[in-house]
């Protein structure tokens, strides 16, 4: 079992910055493929961004180049750093850790960009 906590919501203004954390419990932290997702509402649950156990990662087009995920083993956190950000960026943003064929998610937070 991976118990995941994710930070760093809130409320920005549009072109604003925030940065997400998501701390991953357990000690192989390192081999987890991790994600961000996000749900607006009425929406269905989107990719945000991924970044596997060796570093590579991948985007959604609509967050390429304003977005940026990165990890730390050291400290079991993988984050987000959300740049330009748009009023669509609103939603809750969920953290997932990917174990095959084990998925975990965070509880979620809030980001809201107001216009």
């Known amino acids: 079992q991976v118990q995941l906590v994710e930070s760093g919501g809130g409320l920005v203004q549009a072109g604003g910055s925030l940065r997400l954390s998501c701390v991953a419990s357990?000690?192989?932290?390192?081999?987890?493929?991790m994600g961000w997702y996000r749900q607006a509402p009425g929406k269905q649950r989107e990719l945000v961004a991924r970044?596997?156990?060796?570093?590579?990662?991948n985007y959604a087009y609509s967050v390429k180049g304003r977005f940026t995920i990165s990890r730390d083993n050291a400290k079991n956190t993988v984050y987000l750093q959300m740049n330009s950000l748009k009023p669509e960026d609103t939603a809750v943003y969920y953290c997932?850790?990917?174990?095959?064929?084990?998925?975990?998610w965070g509880q979620g937070t809030q980001v809201t960009v107001s216009s």
């Open positions: 357990g000690s192989r932290f390192s081999i987890y493929a």
């Open positions: 970044i596997t156990s060796g570093g590579i990662t």
């Open positions: 997932n850790a990917q174990i095959p064929p084990y998925a975990y």
